[in-house]
Nanobody
Framework: VQLQAFGGGLVQAGGFLRLSCVAS????????MRWHRQAPGKQRELVAD???????NYANSVKGRFTISRDIAKNTVYLQMNSLRPEDTAVYYC???????????????WGQGTLVTVSS
């Protein structure tokens, strides 16, 4: 199973970006998908997650600005980021709880990260 994230880049404060993360490989089921971020010199933090039923959770710092969504058929999770701030600058990572064919239990898989830079 592999996760690949796309969509990072440089944007001015107040702007927007949309991140995508595609899971591929021997996938029977994906339960929860998440976006994390890690800013320079800081610990990685959970930004948002979404379960297969559609319920979502957000970090307080992004509520009302970011929206997580997923396309189950495409094994893809998105993060729409609006009203970006310089403090949103970080490497954004996706991860997912994936049950592979032949496995009874899900494993946790991570994407490679995509850099988001917000200039003031």
């Amino acid at each position: 199973v592999q996760l690949q994230a796309f969509g990072g880049g440089l944007v001015q404060a107040g702007g927007f970006l949309r991140l995508s993360c595609v899971a591929s490989g021997s996938i029977k089921n994906i339960n929860r998908m998440r976006w994390h971020r890690q800013a320079p010199g800081k610990q990685r933090e959970l930004v948002a997650d979404i379960i297969s039923g559609g319920s979502t959770n957000y970090a307080n710092s992004v509520k009302g600005r970011f929206t997580i969504s997923r396309d189950i058929a495409k094994n893809t999770v998105y993060l729409q980021m609006n009203s970006l701030r310089p403090e949103d600058t970080a490497v954004y990572y996706c991860n997912a709880d994936v049950t592979s064919y032949g496995s009874l239990w899900p494993g946790v898989y991570w994407g490679q990260g995509t850099l988001v830079t917000v200039s003031s």
